[in-house]
Protein backbone atom coordinates (compact mmCIF):
# COMPACT_ATOMS: atom_id res chain seq x y z
CA UNK A 1 0.00 0.00 0.00
CA UNK A 2 1.51 3.40 -1.13
CA UNK A 3 1.43 6.38 1.55
CA UNK A 4 2.54 9.56 1.48
CA UNK A 5 2.89 11.16 4.81
CA UNK A 6 3.78 14.84 4.61
CA UNK A 7 5.14 17.07 8.21
CA UNK A 8 6.60 20.21 9.20
CA UNK A 9 3.78 22.18 8.83
CA UNK A 10 2.53 24.77 11.85
CA UNK A 11 1.68 28.26 12.91
CA UNK A 12 4.60 30.93 12.20
CA UNK A 13 4.98 34.57 11.70
CA UNK A 14 5.73 36.55 8.07
CA UNK A 15 9.03 36.49 7.27
CA UNK A 16 9.94 32.99 8.62
CA UNK A 17 11.12 29.62 7.02
CA UNK A 18 9.77 26.42 7.25
CA UNK A 19 10.49 23.25 6.14
CA UNK A 20 7.53 20.50 5.01
CA UNK A 21 8.76 16.71 4.89
CA UNK A 22 7.22 14.12 2.59
CA UNK A 23 7.51 10.53 3.28
CA UNK A 24 7.06 7.85 0.33
CA UNK A 25 6.45 4.45 1.37
CA UNK A 26 5.45 1.34 -0.54
CA UNK A 27 7.11 1.97 -3.61
CA UNK A 28 9.89 3.74 -4.77
CA UNK A 29 9.62 7.23 -6.25
CA UNK A 30 12.95 8.09 -8.01
CA UNK A 31 12.10 7.90 -10.92
CA UNK A 32 8.69 9.40 -11.12
CA UNK A 33 7.31 13.08 -10.75
CA UNK A 34 6.72 14.67 -7.23
CA UNK A 35 5.14 17.28 -6.35
CA UNK A 36 3.56 19.85 -4.48
CA UNK A 37 0.21 21.86 -3.98
CA UNK A 38 -1.75 23.50 -1.64
CA UNK A 39 -5.32 24.63 -0.92
CA UNK A 40 -6.54 27.42 1.25
CA UNK A 41 -9.86 27.73 2.61
CA UNK A 42 -12.51 28.49 -0.01
CA UNK A 43 -10.02 27.97 -3.20
CA UNK A 44 -9.14 25.43 -5.40
CA UNK A 45 -6.36 23.60 -4.72
CA UNK A 46 -2.97 25.04 -6.41
CA UNK A 47 0.14 23.91 -7.82
CA UNK A 48 3.56 25.22 -5.93
CA UNK A 49 6.50 23.47 -7.28
CA UNK A 50 7.34 20.14 -8.80
CA UNK A 51 10.53 17.95 -9.04
CA UNK A 52 11.28 15.59 -11.65
CA UNK A 53 13.27 12.37 -11.33
CA UNK A 54 16.75 11.95 -9.63
CA UNK A 55 18.85 15.04 -10.48
CA UNK A 56 16.04 16.43 -12.79
CA UNK A 57 13.94 19.62 -13.24
CA UNK A 58 12.10 21.97 -10.54
CA UNK A 59 9.44 23.81 -11.49
CA UNK A 60 7.59 26.27 -8.93
CA UNK A 61 4.34 28.29 -8.99
CA UNK A 62 5.11 32.37 -9.65
CA UNK A 63 3.74 33.05 -6.12
CA UNK A 64 6.74 30.97 -4.74
CA UNK A 65 9.42 31.23 -7.45
CA UNK A 66 12.56 32.72 -5.45
CA UNK A 67 10.77 31.77 -1.91
CA UNK A 68 10.62 27.58 -1.77
CA UNK A 69 12.64 25.40 -2.62
CA UNK A 70 11.65 21.70 -3.89
CA UNK A 71 14.31 18.94 -3.42
CA UNK A 72 14.13 15.19 -3.04
CA UNK A 73 16.10 12.63 -1.22
CA UNK A 74 15.68 9.59 -3.10
CA UNK A 75 17.71 7.05 -0.68
CA UNK A 76 15.19 8.32 1.63
CA UNK A 77 12.24 7.95 -0.38
CA UNK A 78 11.43 11.41 0.55
CA UNK A 79 10.87 15.05 -1.32
CA UNK A 80 10.94 18.19 0.73
CA UNK A 81 9.46 21.68 0.17
CA UNK A 82 11.95 24.31 2.17
CA UNK A 83 9.85 27.34 2.21
CA UNK A 84 11.67 30.94 3.21
CA UNK A 85 10.44 34.41 3.38
CA UNK A 86 6.76 33.12 4.29
CA UNK A 87 3.89 35.16 3.79
CA UNK A 88 -0.12 35.44 4.92
CA UNK A 89 -1.02 34.45 1.44
CA UNK A 90 1.24 31.21 1.96
CA UNK A 91 -1.46 29.90 4.20
CA UNK A 92 -3.19 26.56 3.51
CA UNK A 93 -3.30 22.80 3.57
CA UNK A 94 0.05 21.35 1.32
CA UNK A 95 -0.34 18.48 0.15
CA UNK A 96 2.13 16.19 -1.53
CA UNK A 97 1.85 13.94 -4.62
CA UNK A 98 3.52 11.46 -6.78
CA UNK A 99 2.97 10.06 -9.97
CA UNK A 100 2.49 6.31 -10.32
CA UNK A 101 4.18 5.88 -14.49
CA UNK A 102 7.68 6.98 -15.42
CA UNK A 103 6.54 9.30 -18.05
CA UNK A 104 6.90 12.60 -17.99
CA UNK A 105 3.39 14.29 -17.62
CA UNK A 106 1.99 17.97 -16.76
CA UNK A 107 4.17 18.67 -13.81
CA UNK A 108 1.83 21.86 -12.74
CA UNK A 109 -1.79 19.74 -13.05
CA UNK A 110 -3.21 17.50 -9.77
CA UNK A 111 -4.52 14.78 -12.55
CA UNK A 112 -1.12 13.82 -13.63
CA UNK A 113 -0.49 12.77 -9.64
CA UNK A 114 -1.89 9.44 -8.77
CA UNK A 115 -1.18 9.24 -5.39
CA UNK A 116 -1.99 12.45 -2.45
CA UNK A 117 -0.70 12.48 1.27
CA UNK A 118 -2.84 13.81 4.07
CA UNK A 119 -1.92 17.15 3.65
CA UNK A 120 -0.10 19.30 6.20
CA UNK A 121 -1.55 22.65 7.61
CA UNK A 122 0.95 25.94 7.18
CA UNK A 123 -0.76 28.77 9.01
CA UNK A 124 1.14 32.50 7.98
CA UNK A 125 -0.12 34.99 10.76
CA UNK A 126 1.01 38.80 9.72
Known amino acids: QVQLVESGGGLVQAGVSLRLSCAAS????????MGWFRQAPGKEREFVAA????????YYADSVKGRFTIARDNAKNTVYLQMNSLKPEDTAVYYC???????????????????WGQGTQVTVSS
Open 51 to 58: IRSSGGST
Open 97 to 115: AARASYSSGTYYSSGEYDY
Open 26 to 33: GRTFSRNL
